[in-house]
């Protein structure tokens, strides 16, 4: 099983739709999780944190669920300029700890 | 600039050929990674150090991959004897090592083209 499970998509939405997703991981000793938005052809950005008590920027709304051990991304009213692929990475947090990053999942929004 | 940096961004090489790249990270992250990523998929995990110490490299990783962080400041990665199947774009990234809260931060990437 892979460290970090995430829908490919791609996910084609008009402008203006609600659109989540959602990222699973394997490790439940995971203490740390973000949402990163990647441009094609540049490279990884922090979007958000992920906090158990739900973070909300703006129109984005990130949670973390520890019982089925995933987090989720929920935008709402897209834009055109969201289009891009949404990774999600989760940090073990122990002395030896690293990241793991899923594979993206890629989003466009039509007009 | 005191984001992460590395060199080159591009780079053009024949199939058999080695090549380097460098990777400058934020200077108070004592966490270095490397990642490859081709079209369509996300980072691949490399290798990472923490100060200068290798902590651990992907299993997937020949051994014609090599990296370096001598004085747990820049990092080197090194793939000798270049195939086709290595073109891809070689990120690395930094982060604090805080635990909890760690978020990366990457630099602009090296692509590389196998020919």
């Known amino acids: 099983r892979k460290e970090v499970e995430q829908d490919p998509g791609p996910f084609n939405v008009p402008e203006g739709a609600t659109v989540a997703f959602n990222c699973t991981y394997s490790n439940s000793a995971s203490q740390s999780f973000f949402w990163y938005r990647q441009d094609c052809r540049k490279e990884p950005k922090l979007l958000m944190s992920?906090?158990?008590s739900g973070n909300e920027d703006g129109r984005f709304t990130a949670q973390l669920n520890r019982a089925s051990q995933y987090i989720s991304l929920l935008i709402r009213d897209s834009k055109l300029s969201d289009s891009a692929t949404y990774l999600c990475e989760y940090f073990t947090g122990s002395t030896l700890g690293r990241l793991y990053f899923g594979r993206g999942t890629q989003l466009t929004v039509w007009p | 600039d005191t984001g992460v940096s590395q060199n080159p961004r591009h780079k053009i090489t024949k199939r058999g050929q080695n090549v380097t790249f460098r990777c400058d990270p934020i200077?108070?992250?004592?966490?270095l990674y490397w990642y490859r990523q081709t079209l369509g998929q996300g980072p691949e995990f490399l290798t990472y150090?923490?100060?200068?110490?290798?902590?651990?490299k992907s299993r997937l990783l020949s051994d014609r991959f090599s990296a370096e962080r001598p004085k747990g400041s820049f990092s080197t990665l090194e793939i000798q004897r270049t195939e086709q199947g290595d073109s891809a774009m070689y990120l690395c990234?930094?982060?604090?090592?805080?635990?909890?809260?760690?978020?990366?931060?990457f630099g602009q990437g090296t692509r590389l083209t196998v020919v």
């Open positions: 990234a930094s982060s604090p090592n805080s635990g909890v809260g760690t978020e990366a931060f």
């Open positions: 200077s108070e992250h004592n966490r």
């Open positions: 992920v906090y158990s």
């Open positions: 150090f923490q100060n200068e110490a290798q902590l651990e």
